[in-house]
């Protein structure tokens, strides 16, 4: 339960003028995909801390079906690392990549402790 995947069809509304993925757009893909993966981790609410180390790799055309992967890199008490790739159907190598870090919250905002939903799953804690 620690990985998701979703895939997107390139389409012109996501582009800019050069025919490829607009940069904004892969960005809230990654993001979107990293608060999936989060969410379906555990059992809080949660929100985006960071973006950290987003690389767009290769352009990606309209047209293009993008596949976008995230995984669980870490989990701490109340905030998870979240890494997220994204590669065109048939490519060998990724054209976006990002990691995010993502904080367990309640209704007021506060951070909590992260409660996994399935704890054989988990990968090992850090601070």
Same mark, same amino acid.
């Given at each position: 339960?620690? =990985?998701?995947?979703? &895939?997107?069809?390139?389409?012109? $509304? @996501?582009?800019? @003028? ?6 904004? =757009?892969? %960005? &809230?893909? %990654?993001? *979107?995909? !990293?608060?999936? /993966?989060?969410? $379906?981790?555990? @059992? =809080?609410?949660?929100?985006?801390? /960071? ?5 767009? %790799? ?5 047209? &293009?079906?993008? +596949?976008? +992967?995230? #995984?669980? /890199? ?8 979240? =890494?997220? #790739?994204?590669?065109?159907?048939? /490519?060998?190598?990724?054209?976006? #990549?990002? &990691? ?7 209704? *007021? ?5 992260? *409660?996994? #939903?399935?704890?054989?799953? !988990?990968?090992?804690? !850090?601070?």
């Amino acid at each position: 339960m620690n =990985e998701f995947v979703r &895939s997107d069809l390139v389409l012109p $509304r @996501h582009a800019n @003028h050069y025919g490829t993925l607009f940069g904004p =757009e892969g %960005l &809230s893909w %990654l993001g *979107q995909v !990293a608060y999936l /993966a989060a969410s $379906r981790y555990c @059992h =809080e609410d949660i929100v985006m801390a /960071a973006a950290k180390d987003v690389a767009f %790799l290769a352009p990606v055309p309209v047209g &293009s079906v993008l +596949h976008l +992967h995230a #995984r669980i /890199a870490r989990v701490g008490r109340s905030s998870m690392t979240v =890494e997220v #790739r994204a590669r065109v159907d048939g /490519a060998n190598a990724d054209a976006l #990549r990002a &990691s995010f870090e993502m904080v367990a919250v309640d209704k *007021q905002g506060r951070p909590v402790r992260i *409660q996994p #939903r399935d704890a054989s799953a !988990a990968p090992a804690s !850090a601070g």
